[in-house]
């Protein structure tokens, strides 16, 4: 789930950036979800499940802000 989390907030960072149409931000969603192999319902689930747990969330937004700013080192 932190790998798919990943994903979407570089995603939503690139798409704040480039100013996409909708129909094109949504393939680039849809393409995301396919390459973790998870459907949006599957997506919803896991973030209300995890959202219940304030604490287990935070952690994870802690790995996953560590590997955005990895993502980010190695792409300068």
């Known amino acids: 789930m932190i790998d798919v989390l ?5 995603l ?3 798409q ?3 100013r996409f149409n909708q129909s094109y931000e949504d ?17 919803d ?3 209300s499940f995890y959202s ?3 604490k287990r969330l935070e952690k994870m937004y802690e790995i996953i ?3 955005l700013e990895e993502k980010k080192l190695e792409s300068q």
């Open 6 to 10: 990943t994903d979407i907030q570089w």
């Open 12 to 14: 939503k960072a690139y």
């Open 16 to 18: 704040m950036r480039s």
């Open 27 to 43: 393939s680039l969603h849809r393409a995301l979800l396919q390459k973790h192999q998870i459907n949006q319902t599957d997506l």
């Open 45 to 47: 689930s896991n973030l």
């Open 52 to 54: 219940k747990d304030a």
């Open 65 to 67: 802000i560590q590997k």
